[in-house]
């Protein structure tokens, strides 16, 4: 039985993610820990999904601690020294739900989740009645909204970066003086963003801010075309900052004064280049994706870091394999997904809020924090490809590729990447979800070289077939 994608368990909760899987995925997991935390998002169906991985875990002998309606990342702070359930679809559609399970504040890894797949098919039964756990409720969303609140005050702009100069030292509320729009989109961030962001000083209006899981607002995937009203707000009004969540406050979407969509990728080398210059460790890294611009390297090189790349959906693979050898992470990120270490080891939207909203403030505006940033055309393609042949094709390029750009440097660990020596850079991979090659290409001339390698990947497939 295959259960978990790249985050997770999800799917239609009348089909899929059902109440008698969640009983057995959490009689499964029950057997890994003594005490759990459990909290849910505003989906209509996670009450019973709720209900049923409590009876699970409970039935396989660990005690339950109830978080109720919660952010994802409280999920997982509250787990920190056990282990964590969250039932959540994150940015799906509302028909849908599913389950996260955390160990320490870390999502499951591949390995843990192949233990509760081999339980699940096995169907264990519930462990001797008398040894049975039992549950209380706790609440998590206070202690977890002031430790973000705590960890931002403590970031601002360092005094080797670019924008130094135009910062501030203000200290116990950084966002005093600062206007921002935050569209939680009728999610979990409705109960997280905008109290940190007030209790740091700001000012926050807010848009979809009530828990509903049918999310009437807007759909809750936040893209562009998606946060439209809050792009519009944010360029009508007078704010410095729009900020936008999917369901479960995983992720987060930033909108620049003039209502565009600023790119995830430079979101992420403004973090990253924020954590390599206040690091203290002498060998700072960030981990990212295969996908993720080279805009990213470039800013940490110039703070004195080194990035290192891991598969789609395994950065904690890519945290741990860095701190094996010796380094030390202070940042992790894939598009619209951050990891801070030096807050907590799990993806946290609501940090990523607080932490850009203070560098923006401490830096004298968003515009100062991009300047040093070189944001070349990006273009995303997906080329149709059956699932059985994406291994020879793949193969296929791996060698045609290469010596189509022979001046570019190659990396095959995760798809074919070419560098080129004016920082534009391809990348070509298998979809893990769909019937599709992805073309990935950043440069100056974007559309010449993305459909140059559109082509060749085009022909590669049917030359397979």
Not at 243 to 251: K, Y
């Amino acid at each position: 039985m295959d259960l978990f994608g790249t985050a997770g368990i999800r799917g239609d909760a009348t089909t899929t993610v059902t109440p008698s899987l969640a009983l057995a995925v959490g009689r499964a997991a029950g057997e890994d820990g003594d005490e759990f935390v459990l909290g849910r998002d505003g989906r209509v169906t996670g009450p019973a999904l709720t209900a049923a991985m409590e009876a699970g875990l409970e039935s396989a002998g660990a005690d339950v601690r109830t978080l109720g309606v919660v952010p994802t990342p409280a999920v997982a702070y509250a787990s920190r020294g056990r282990r964590g359930v969250m039932i959540t679809a994150s940015h799906n559609p509302p028909e849908d739900n599913g389950i996260k399970l955390f160990e320490d504040g870390v999502e499951y890894d591949a390995t843990a989740e192949r233990r509760i797949v081999d339980r699940v098919d096995a169907d264990v039964a519930p462990t001797d009645w008398n040894r049975w756990g039992n549950s209380e409720s706790v609440d998590v969303l206070p202690a977890y909204r002031e430790a973000v609140v705590d960890y931002a005050v403590e970031q601002r702009i360092a005094p080797s970066h670019p924008a130094a100069s135009q910062g501030s030292n203000r200290l116990e509320t950084p966002l005093e003086g600062v206007s921002i729009a935050v569209d939680c989109g009728n999610g979990m961030a409705s109960l997280a963003t905008p109290f940190v962001l007030r209790a740091l000083g700001g000012r926050v209006v807010t848009l979809n801010c009530s828990v509903d899981g049918h999310f009437p607002g807007r759909p809750s995937k936040p893209t562009p075309e998606t946060v439209s009203d809050l792009r519009a707000f944010v360029a009508d009004g007078e704010f410095d900052l729009g900020i936008a969540h999917d369901g479960d406050a995983d992720r987060i979407v930033i909108v620049a004064r003039d209502g565009d969509v600023v790119h995830e990728d430079t979101i992420v080398a403004m973090l990253a280049e924020h954590y390599v210059r206040t690091a203290t460790a002498p060998d700072p890294v960030m981990v990212t994706t295969p996908n993720a611009s080279g805009r990213i390297d470039e800013r940490v090189k110039a703070a004195g870091g080194r990035t290192e790349r891991v598969r789609l959906g395994a950065l904690h693979e890519g945290i741990e394999r860095v701190q094996a050898s010796g380094g030390t992470v202070v940042f992790a990120a894939e598009p619209w997904k951050h990891i801070h270490p030096g807050f907590g080891t799990w993806i946290d939207g609501v940090t990523s809020a607080a932490v850009v909203s203070t560098l923006l403030a401490t830096a004298g505006g968003l515009d100062a924090l991009r300047e040093p940033i070189t944001e070349r055309p990006y273009r995303k393609i997906s080329v149709d490809c059956p699932d059985e042949g994406k291994v020879a094709v793949m193969d296929a390029l791996e060698d045609s590729l290469p010596d189509q750009f022979p001046a570019a440097a190659v990396d095959t660990d995760y798809g074919v990447r070419l560098d080129f020596d004016d920082g534009s850079w391809v990348l070509v991979r298998p979809s893990g979800t769909e019937p599709y090659i992805r073309v990935y290409a950043e440069s100056d001339a974007v559309d010449d070289l993305a459909e140059t390698v559109r082509s060749l990947v085009a022909d590669t497939v049917d030359s397979v077939d």
